[in-house]
């Protein structure tokens, strides 16, 4: 009876070390997949700034490649002017309704 006291008493402790191992595993996979998911997230983030900061110089050329295009017409009447004066203003009004409502879209992914 005492032997097998003795066997019951070292296989606790060997199932005790065991959980200690694997307890101590667990939480090394935990603090790596942790730090991973923290990486991948920072990466997203800058990926998703740069895409946006693009997007803006994008539209910042964009409008001023119209506005160029409009300047030039500047030989004309000044009824001429103010007409594609307003034209300019319509398409620029235009084109940040159009930004305005991609970025909502985008937000809403």
Known sequence: MGLMSNQLHIEKEEYH????????????????????????NEKIADMLDSREAKEQAFDQALQEDHLAEFSNVGSGSSKDCKHWQEEIEKFINCQEKCVDEFEVKREKL
């Open 17 to 40: 070390i065991l959980r200690l191992r694997a307890k101590k595993q667990y939480e090394e996979i935990k603090e790596e997949m942790d730090n991973m998911e923290k990486f991948f």
